[in-house]
């Protein structure tokens, strides 16, 4: 088969997999958000109706004229935010995917100079598990950044197992011929970031929340893996969003300097900035500074 078909067939796959992901995050975001489980059925949020198959995954019910954007039941009207998760995690997925494929930045998937001697296959299976890997952290950075907007916590039920998962693909990675460096280098940025926002919200309770401390381990480890420039970016890079969403807000009169903002949505921003860019810019800062 045509690499470039083969190619266009996964990331059509990737995409649809990004939709039944959005809309089961979207549930997720929902339940946490109103403090309702999980495991419960999805509902209308009117008429207490249970959802079809089809409302399920509210983009696809809003391409069937019958259905469009309201309950089959009752007529209430859908929120517009389901089906926008879904395309977002749909466009997400594909980005990483894509990254995965082609960022020769990656080659601490197991398809580099850096990987251990290997078949290729176990090369190729190391760069999926890292993919996978990335595919999480995706999935719970649109679930965390929308429950902070929504309820200013980091719910550990979320933050919590992603220490188990990243570990274990990440090993998992390695022992298929992925470098062991990277793994080493993801324990020590992820302990070393969760030890520096724990310093910050001990100098100053109010400003850092708990739940920060614990995702910034996990952040950490996510840009450790791809090298100590993803993470020197990936931290400067949400402070700087953080800092300067803050004075906007305060300058529009919109907030003061006592206003609670969620500061997970920058961490989560920031570290995917440091992930996919922070490498060529930190090479780029040295680059120059060695010029100089």
Request: glycine content about 10%; overall charge positive.
């Amino acid at each position: 088969m045509n690499a470039t078909l083969l190619i266009a067939l996964v990331l059509s796959a990737v995409a649809v997999l990004g939709l039944a992901a959005g809309s089961f995050l979207g549930m997720v975001v929902d339940r946490v958000s109103a403090g309702v489980a999980v495991t419960v059925p999805r509902r209308c949020a009117t008429c207490n109706a249970p959802a079809t198959l089809e409302q399920s995954v509210p983009l696809v019910s809003r391409l069937r004229p019958a259905l469009r954007t309201r309950c089959a039941k009752c007529g209430a009207r859908i929120s517009a935010r389901h089906p926008l998760i879904e395309l977002a995690t749909s466009a997400v997925f594909v980005a990483v995917v894509w990254l995965g494929i082609y960022s020769s930045r990656l080659a601490a998937l197991g398809l580099g100079s850096g990987a251990a001697q290997r078949p290729e296959g176990f090369k190729v299976f190391a760069a999926v598990l890292v993919v996978v890997a990335y595919l999480y952290l995706a999935s719970i950075s649109i679930a965390l950044a929308l429950i902070d907007l929504d309820t200013h916590r980091l719910p550990n039920a979320i933050v919590l197992p992603s220490y188990i998962v990243l570990a274990t693909l990440f090993t998992a990675a390695c022992l298929f011929g992925a470098p062991w460096q990277n793994l080493l280098r993801a324990a020590i940025a992820g302990v070393t970031l969760f030890a520096f926002y724990w310093l910050l919200r001990a100098i100053r309770p109010g400003g850092m929340g708990g739940g920060d401390v614990k995702l910034a381990g996990v952040l950490g480890a996510a840009l450790g893996w791809t090298g100590w420039g993803s993470v020197a970016v990936g931290v400067f890079a949400a402070f700087f969003l953080g800092g300067f969403v803050g004075i906007a807000l305060m300058l529009t009169r919109r907030a003061t300097r006592t206003t609670a903002i969620p500061f997970g949505p920058f961490m989560l921003i920031g570290a995917w900035i440091g992930i996919v860019l922070g490498e060529p810019l930190s090479r780029g800062y040295l680059g120059l500074l060695s010029a100089a």
